[in-house]
């Protein structure tokens, strides 16, 4: 009696590399941001260690160009803050929602 017309059939689990989501992305980034607020240079210069990392994902095809272009864009405005814009950005809750353009350059919020 091994017959059952209702057996699962036992499938292969592939364990390929997820590739990470927009939303990991950003989270990624504020998390770094946050855990220096109060040392705005220091965040910045992990900043340019993760534009390095976004770059290297692009290339492997795990960033998709628009969303490198986001965060470049995000970078870019976290690069050139002083310590009160960069608390202005850190605060400002559109920034880190997924399709922020930002094209006036201002922390708004």
Excluded at 5 to 33: A, N, Q, S
Aim: glycine share 8%.
């Amino acid at each position: 009696m091994g017959w059952w017309p209702f057996k699962r059939k036992r499938k292969v689990i592939i364990d390929d590399v997820h590739i990470k989501g927009t939303r990991y992305w950003l989270t990624e980034l504020r998390e770094v941001c946050e855990r220096h607020f109060d040392n705005h240079a220091e965040g910045q210069r992990r900043i340019l260690q993760m534009q390095v990392e976004w770059r290297t994902a692009n290339a492997e095809d795990e960033v998709d160009a628009e969303l490198l272009q986001g965060l470049d864009r995000r970078a870019y405005r976290l690069l050139k803050a002083d310590g009160d814009a960069w608390l202005a950005w850190l605060d400002n809750e559109e920034f880190w929602q997924p399709g922020w353009r930002g094209d006036d350059g201002e922390p708004s919020g």
